[in-house]
């Protein structure tokens, strides 16, 4: 596609529900990256995904959190039991020259 | 301490000002450096991207880095209401896919 798509763009789900939110990177884009960002923060990294080589998982917060991706397309982040503090904007990007990154559009997640 | 400091504002000028944006670093090791804009309910999107030390400039944008003093600036010339955004700071450490680590952003207000 022409840019980054994620969905849903917005999400409310309850505390203790388990949550995916999706990213589509631009076709061709090899490397393909998860961030948080919460109100009045900046960008925190999750997770990013480089052709076939193992995943940088070192920004997970927690063993409720993963994320998968299938070859070089689609990518499902999953929270589990989430929490209040999961509450965010969680953007994906993506690249194929390593410098720059185009993000989505994010899926704001929030729990009541 | 952040690895990346960025003061985030807001920062309020006049039409046709010129704006100065700052970030520092902690991470003598940072390389390459980049400038997002980011508008409300989208995701960040690339503005400037350097690497080492010196100045760069596109239109009204100007970006500079100091590595011997860790310090980053974007410049922008004649300020125009469309600029009024969120902008962050990105660095990373070396070339190939690495994740970037982001300044909480320096939200910019341009009244006309």
């Given at each position: 596609g022409a840019g980054v798509s994620q969905s849903p763009s917005n999400k409310v789900t309850e505390k203790g529900k388990?949550?995916?939110?999706?990213?589509?990177?631009?076709?061709?884009?090899?490397?393909?990256?998860w961030y948080r960002q919460r109100l009045g923060q900046g960008l925190e990294f999750l997770i990013y995904f480089q052709g076939n080589s193992a995943?940088?998982?070192?920004?997970?917060?927690?063993?409720?959190?993963?994320?998968?991706?299938?070859?070089?397309?689609?990518?499902?982040?999953?929270?589990?039991?989430?929490?209040?503090?999961?509450?965010?904007?969680?953007?994906?990007?993506?690249s194929s020259q390593g410098y720059g990154y185009t993000f989505g559009s994010g899926t704001r997640l929030t729990v009541v | 301490q952040k690895e990346v400091e960025q003061d985030p504002g807001p920062l309020s000028v006049p039409e046709g000002a010129i704006v100065s944006l700052n970030c520092t670093y902690s991470n003598s090791a940072f390389q390459y450096f980049m400038w997002y804009r980011q508008y409300s309910r989208k995701g960040p999107e690339l503005l400037m991207y350097t690497y080492s030390s010196g100045n760069k400039e596109d239109g009204r944008f100007t970006a500079q880095v100091d590595k011997s003093s860790k310090y980053i600036s974007l410049f922008i010339r004649d300020s125009q209401p469309s600029d009024s955004a969120t902008y962050l700071c990105a660095m990373r450490l070396g070339t190939g896919f690495q994740k970037l680590v982001?300044?909480?952003?320096?939200?910019?207000?341009?009244s006309p």
């Open positions: 388990d949550v995916e939110l999706r990213c589509d990177p631009i076709s061709g884009h090899t490397a393909l990256y995943p940088d998982k070192s920004g997970l917060p927690s063993d409720r959190f993963s994320a998968e991706r299938t070859g070089e397309s689609v990518s499902t982040l999953t929270i589990q039991r989430t929490q209040q503090e999961d509450s965010a904007v969680y953007l994906c990007a993506s | 982001f300044g909480t952003g320096t939200r910019l207000l341009v």
